[in-house]
């Protein structure tokens, strides 16, 4: 473990090259994500994320995926039934709050049910962010509401789903993606919100699952707090609001390096990312060359960045027995989802 570096790396496709495992035996990446072009069938899936654990040495080596729901539903139908979406999630939520809660818990407690026998042990969910009126739709129906403290319940209900099934959560994208006027995947978004502002709506959620194992960036500037840097990239922003103000503890992984709000090549971004203050520089695509120039900036987990990844796999469990067919039964009759 204390030879891994700080990094997840993705996979091109359905198998591991020769090459990835080449530089995954190399370089050791601390984890791995996976993405609807490494998901074809359920034994495929599962001797993929076997040889990605063989090839580092780890059999606790984390696996993730974005497993929402809604749009963001990497393993789909027929794999995988088909889940709601946040936002319809948060919709039952509005109708009757006790219902919506045991929906987000069912949900992610079927996830957990539905990746864990495929080797996976990570979900990055819940999403936290609290979206206004004219916001990019790249948050939109992920999120759960409109209201901070609705959206900060059905987070908290979804993160300990995944937990009663043995998975870890990824809360996101800290400090909040929910005012962004831009789709971060394209261009950086700007927020001029004040602090006072941010700090009574975007931040909310995040104070209230700040004691969670782990959390993904946000690709967002907050000129109130720093005008130059993502904050994925900025010290202040790390230590004065998300280490500080919302006081998160755990592991802060960066949101994907590929992502074009960021500047610079992809080793300077990397850079950027570890010099900033995050522990985990995430790499999604899977394209050789940009991993190559990854691995060459993002130096091995070390002091209290080890520690929070050590906290993570120490994190993972076996899951409370709970009845499949009960939880699926009990949670199509909430949500009609045939």
Not at 81 to 109: C, F, I, N, T, V
Not at 116 to 139: H, Q, R, Y
């Amino acid at each position: 473990m204390s030879e891994s570096k700080a990094m997840i790396l993705g996979a091109s496709g359905p198998t591991l090259t020769a090459d990835e495992i080449a530089l995954y035996k190399a370089e050791r990446p601390w984890g791995f994500i996976l993405f609807a072009r490494n998901c074809v069938e359920p034994a495929q899936i599962t001797d993929l994320a076997a040889a990605m654990r063989d090839a580092v040495g780890r059999p606790n080596a984390p696996v993730l995926i974005d497993q929402e729901g809604g749009r963001v539903q990497r393993i789909r139908p027929p794999m995988i039934e088909r889940y709601p979406s946040g936002a319809a999630l948060g919709e039952l939520y509005r109708h009757d709050r006790k219902k919506g809660q045991r929906a987000a818990w069912l949900m992610s407690r079927l996830h957990a049910f539905d990746l864990m026998k495929l080797g996976i042990t990570v979900d990055c969910l819940p999403v936290l962010d609290v979206p206004i009126e004219g916001a990019s739709n790249v948050i939109g129906d992920r999120a759960y509401g409109f209201d901070p403290k609705a959206v900060a319940e059905m987070g908290r209900a979804a993160a300990e789903g995944l937990k009663a099934g043995g998975m870890l959560p990824v809360m996101k994208h800290i400090p909040g993606h929910g005012r962004g006027m831009a789709d971060s995947h394209h261009e950086l978004p700007v927020v001029t919100a004040s602090r006072a502002e941010l700090e009574a709506h975007d931040f909310l959620p995040f104070v209230a699952l700040k004691d969670e194992l782990m959390a993904m960036s946000a690709h967002i500037v907050f000129t109130a707090i720093d005008p130059d840097e993502p904050a994925t990239t900025s010290r202040k922003v790390i230590e004065e609001i998300i280490r500080g103000h919302i006081g998160f503890k755990g592991l802060l992984m960066s949101d994907d390096t590929s992502m074009n709000a960021l500047k610079g090549t992809i080793g300077q971004r990397a850079a950027r990312i570890i010099g900033g203050g995050c522990d985990i520089v995430l790499h999604c695509n899977g394209v050789m060359d940009e991993m190559k120039a990854v691995v060459k900036e993002v130096p091995p987990l070390a002091g209290e960045a080890l520690g929070r990844a050590e906290a993570v796999e120490a994190g993972f469990g076996a899951g409370d027995g709970a009845d499949e067919e009960a939880i699926r039964a009990e949670f199509r009759g909430l949500t009609a989802v045939a």
